[in-house]
Each structure stands twice: as structure tokens, then as C-alpha cells.
């Protein structure tokens, strides 16, 4: 069974960074891709970014380019979210998730995604 640890989160002032970490266990992860997902209050889960496990392409949603950043460390199992110049309405919880073969189509849908973490939360101070 495929676990997934969110860590990193923690309350930070506007403009400031923050890298979050989704460490993997449970299988080998090729042809999976692994994707951040956040939920603020109130609001319905949003898709922020994806990456492919095995050759580390990604995929943003329009409103995350330019701020965010996906990666991943393989000899970890960890894939990462680094997040600058962050705002108050970034205030959410970033939960990592993971779907071996998914359909491109549907990638940034949630219901795409057999694995979840628990979650870690951003809070973002104005």
C-alpha cells in the first residue's frame, strides 16, 4: 500500500518561501505521478501541481506558474513543493497525492488520485 507523509508546512508572512516534502513509501513508483493538491476553507480541493515519477515532467495549474515549483528526489521517494512569493490566499492545506498510469486528461482532477497523505497546513499572514 502506497503511503505518502506530508511535511514542511507552518505559518509564514506574505512574500515569504516555504518548501513542503511528500515523502513515498510503500512500492516502487515508476510510471506513477504524484501530484499537490491544497484545500482552503470552505473552498473545494485545488489542483496546484504534478510530476512524472519517471522522467520528472510537470504540469502546473495556470494560477500556480511562476510561484511554485515541483520536483522530486528519486534515491528519497520524496517529491517536493517549493512555493515563494506566497500570498494570504495561499492559506490552505497542501495535500500530496499519487496514481500509478493515470490519464493525461484528467490529471489535475482529484478524482484521478488512488493516494492521499493527510495533509499539512500553509498559513500565510498578511
Known amino acids: 500500500q502506497v503511503q505518502l507523509v506530508e511535511s514542511g508546512g507552518g505559518l509564514v508572512q506574505a512574500g515569504g518561501s516555504l518548501r513542503l516534502s511528500c515523502a513515498a513509501s510503500?512500492?516502487?513508483?515508476?510510471?506513477?505521478?504524484m501530484a499537490w493538491f491544497r484545500q482552503a476553507p470552505g473552498k473545494e480541493r485545488e489542483f496546484v501541481a504534478t510530476?512524472?515519477?519517471?522522467?520528472?515532467?510537470?504540469y502546473y495549474a495556470d494560477s500556480m506558474k511562476g510561484r511554485f515549483t515541483i520536483s522530486r528526489d528519486n534515491s528519497k521517494n520524496t517529491v517536493y513543493l517549493q512555493m515563494s512569493s506566497l500570498k494570504p490566499e495561499d492559506t490552505a492545506v497542501y495535500s500530496c497525492a499519487a496514481v500509478r498510469n493515470p490519464i493525461y486528461s484528467r490529471i489535475s482532477s482529484v478524482y484521478e488520485y488512488d493516494f492521499w497523505g493527510q495533509g499539512t497546513q500553509v498559513t500565510v499572514s498578511s
Open positions: 510503500g512500492r516502487t513508483f515508476t510510471n506513477y505521478v
Open positions: 510530476i512524472w515519477w519517471n522522467d520528472g515532467s510537470t
